[in-house]
């Protein structure tokens, strides 16, 4: 029972350079989010997916985009990467219509951006 | 503002050294407070979800309870493997949205 998969784990990009985030569960969990982890920060969401087909922005969008492809995927997409965008990326899922119902989450990816 | 704060920012204890971790929250409504362990170079774990102010909720040498205000993550005897990060999310009402304050970093020494 794998829970949420991210792929890759580690990247490292240049300035300038785009990449893809990918997320995968396997609860069929309605709700997927994207966060992104920074010391002293906490977790900020970045976009959310309350259901298949739509999409909302977060706390701090600016600079990503993301698609929901299908109820079990939802990726994060990084189009021009800036130094700021360094940081631990963690996707998550849940049952969000539900009281009561807890994000889980992937193991992240650690993206640096030089 | 709906808004999760967590105190202390970091905490280190002896093995055995009983403690409480705070997490205070300012929502409007309470859909769910939610707590999670995170090991280092891990997504967070989630521990206890708490709805109702009065409820507890017991893991080995853990136990979560909630007022209408605040929550408690009490560590009973702990020992040097309970070391974590302690996150507090809420779900606020009306959204899909999660709140995570920024964690209580624990060190249990042996």
């Known amino acids: 029972n794998a829970g949420v998969t991210q792929t890759p784990k580690f990247q490292v990009l240049k300035t300038g350079q785009s990449m893809t985030l990918q997320c995968a569960q396997d609860m069929n969990h309605n709700s997927m989010y994207w966060y992104r982890q920074d010391p002293g920060m906490g977790l900020r969401l970045i976009y959310y997916s309350a259901s298949e087909g739509t999409t909302d922005k977060g706390e701090v969008p600016n600079g990503y985009n993301v698609s929901r492809l299908n109820k079990r995927e939802f990726s994060l997409r990084l189009e021009s990467a800036a130094p700021s965008q360094t940081s631990v990326y963690f996707c998550?899922?849940?049952?969000?219509?539900?009281?009561?119902?807890?994000?889980?989450f992937g193991n992240g990816t650690r993206l640096t951006v030089t | 503002e709906d808004q999760v704060t967590q105190s202390p920012e970091a905490l280190r204890l002896q093995e055995g050294e009983s403690s409480s971790l705070n997490c205070s929250y300012t929502v409007s409504g309470l859909r769910g407070l939610f707590w999670y362990r995170q090991d280092p170079g891990k997504g967070p774990e989630f521990l206890f979800t708490l709805y109702s102010a009065g409820e507890e909720k017991e893991k080995e040498r853990l136990k979560a309870t909630l007022t209408k205000k605040e929550s408690f993550l009490h560590i009973t005897a702990p020992k040097p493997e309970d070391s974590a990060t302690y996150l507090c999310a809420v779900q606020a009402p009306g959204t899909y949205k999660y709140i995570f304050g920024t964690g209580t970093r624990l060190k249990v020494l042996a």
């Open positions: 998550a899922s849940s049952e969000a219509r539900q009281v009561n119902s807890p994000l889980h």
